[in-house]
């Protein structure tokens, strides 16, 4: 298994998947497809990119890299921009908080967690099973009008 790749268990009634998070060590566990607390904490602890990867390739909502809290400006977290304005990531929709902000593209993301140590391996197969249930955190569905799947390939 690679560097922040995951580990499923699989039973007749649910997928627990084991998300290493940024620390050594560290790792949530969260039902595949089901956006609780369990996995708002794995997918802002380690796999924001992953997760805004999977939802970009879904609605083709732009990706900003964020370096909230960082002493030498390096990228800290990545977050969708909705179409009215707000931004998204696991714990859902919040208003933008200003800082430093750069607009990525699919490849940037995916290098993020391929080319950095400070960064897990992306998983955007991991992600995709909590696409459909961050939208609806947001009060969104794949069918909204708003969305328009990326045609962005990496």
């Given at each position: 298994m690679g560097k922040g790749q995951t580990q499923c268990d699989q039973s007749p009634m649910n997928i627990q998947v084991a998300i290493?998070?940024?620390?050594?060590?560290?790792?949530?566990?969260?039902?595949?497809?089901?956006?609780?607390?369990?996995?708002?904490s794995a997918f802002s602890h380690g796999h924001c990119h992953s997760l805004a990867l999977a939802v970009h390739?879904?609605?083709?909502?732009?990706m900003l890299g964020l370096s909230r809290h960082s002493r030498n400006g390096d990228l800290t977290?990545?977050?969708?921009?909705?179409?009215?304005?707000?931004?998204?990531?696991?714990?859902?929709?919040?208003?933008?908080?200003?800082?430093?902000?750069?607009?990525?593209?699919?490849?940037?993301?995916?290098?993020?967690?391929?080319?950095?140590?400070?960064?897990?391996?992306?998983?955007?197969?991991?992600?995709?099973?909590?696409?459909?249930?961050?939208?609806?955190?947001a009060g969104m569905s794949l069918t909204d009008h708003e969305i328009q799947p990326s045609q962005a390939t990496a």
């Open positions: 290493p998070g940024s620390r050594p060590g560290e790792i949530f566990y969260a039902n595949a497809g089901i956006m609780d607390s369990d996995a708002q390739r879904k609605t083709g909502w732009p977290h990545v977050v969708l921009e909705m179409p009215d304005g707000r931004w998204l990531d696991s714990r859902g929709p919040s208003q933008p908080d200003g800082g430093d902000v750069v607009e990525m593209d699919a490849r940037q993301v995916i290098s993020l967690g391929d080319h950095s140590k400070d960064w897990l391996s992306t998983d955007e197969q991991l992600a995709e099973s909590f696409v459909e249930p961050l939208l609806e955190l």
